[in-house]
């Protein structure tokens, strides 16, 4: 079937790539290259692909560098420990292998991967498309609106939910714009999101859909109870307001791409081929549509990788799973306005 020209598929590269890591067994080509999570990765890609048929796809990227929270906020994400060297190594490899896909990436300097998708979502939602965006970083729902739905990984590579306006306002009782808001006064321990202290998810979402914002609540902090809570959000007032600018994603960036770059194209086997010879993905040729010919890319050493076969029948039985959970083809409305 042809793609979908009216659907844009946004990936957080990386989110889905730690989700692989985690959720699948270790695998090494001889040469003692980690592969596993780029297996993964590329197997949660080629499902994707198959069962949503983009017209325009992305792949965000983060730069691995300070970002404009940083500057704000110099002890942003400051807790998390480096990367493991096995993870690290198929970070690098990533871009490596999405461009031998010709799967398009984008990245922008001083800012995340979030902001990326945020701001390519807002554009081609007021271009008339609609925008998937495949992430497993629940920050993310703060973009979702009538053209902008959000696929989470929630457990491993299988477990996936769809977010929409309706998903939302049911799973937190405020509407998707408003999570901002949720999270300044919850904070976030793995992004180093200062927060008030004491205030959970469920108290912050009481309070934003009884006052509706933040400008709201702070008008009325003198109503706030109970007296404890209202002493804690007039002493750190300025704190939730930093925590909101750390929180709220970036829509507006110039990156410099047209939707026309992002446009889906096939791999071509010349290009892709021989790296997934190399290392050892043998049942992604036929996924990624590279099986046409009975004779595969070769490279002078062709490598096989560790217990792969093990692998790929756990990763085969994944995805069927995945397929029967999660909607395969998602039901967009009609056009209409942004």
Not at 191 to 217: F, H
Not at 233 to 253: C, D, Y
Not at 292 to 319: F, Y
Request: a negative charge.
């Amino acid at each position: 079937m042809p793609p979908r020209q009216d659907l844009l598929l946004l990936v957080d590269g990386h989110s889905l790539l730690h989700r692989a890591y985690h959720a699948l067994p270790e695998l090494t080509a001889p040469g003692g290259q980690p592969t596993g999570a780029l297996y993964g990765f590329l197997t949660m890609m080629a499902h994707l692909l198959a069962e949503q048929r983009p017209g325009y796809l992305a792949v965000a990227l983060d730069r691995g560098e300070p970002t404009f929270r940083h500057a704000a906020f110099a002890e942003y994400k400051a807790p998390r420990p480096p990367l493991p060297d096995a993870l690290r190594s198929q970070v690098e490899l990533l871009p490596q292998l999405l461009r031998a896909l010709r799967l398009p990436t984008v990245d922008h300097p001083g800012a995340e991967a979030d902001d990326v998708i945020g701001t390519l979502a807002r554009r081609a939602a007021e271009q008339g498309l609609h925008v998937l965006v495949v992430t497993g970083d629940r920050d993310a729902l703060q973009l979702v609106g009538p053209r902008v739905r959000v696929l989470l990984t929630r457990r491993g590579i299988s477990d996936l939910l769809v977010m929409d306006e309706s998903a939302v306002r049911a799973r937190f009782g405020v509407p998707p714009k408003a999570l901002v808001d949720v999270k300044a006064l919850m904070g976030d321990d793995t992004d180093n999101i200062p927060g008030v202290p004491g205030v959970g998810e469920k108290t912050a979402c009481r309070l934003i859909a009884q006052y509706g914002d933040l400008e709201s609540l702070g008008a009325h902090l003198d109503e706030v109870q109970p007296p404890r809570l209202r002493g804690l959000l007039s002493a750190l007032w300025p704190q939730v307001m930093l925590s909101r600018n750390l929180a709220r994603i970036e829509t507006g960036l110039d990156l410099g791409v047209t939707l026309e770059e992002l446009a889906f194209r096939p791999p071509e086997p010349g290009e892709a081929g021989p790296l997934f010879t190399t290392l050892g993905f043998r049942s992604l040729f036929e996924r990624f549509g590279l099986a046409a010919s009975s004779e595969r890319p070769s490279v002078a050493q062709p490598l096989t990788v560790h217990r792969l076969s093990g692998a790929e029948d756990l990763l085969r039985t994944l995805t069927e799973r995945a397929a029967r959970q999660a909607p395969t083809a998602l039901a967009y409305p009609s056009t209409g306005s942004a």
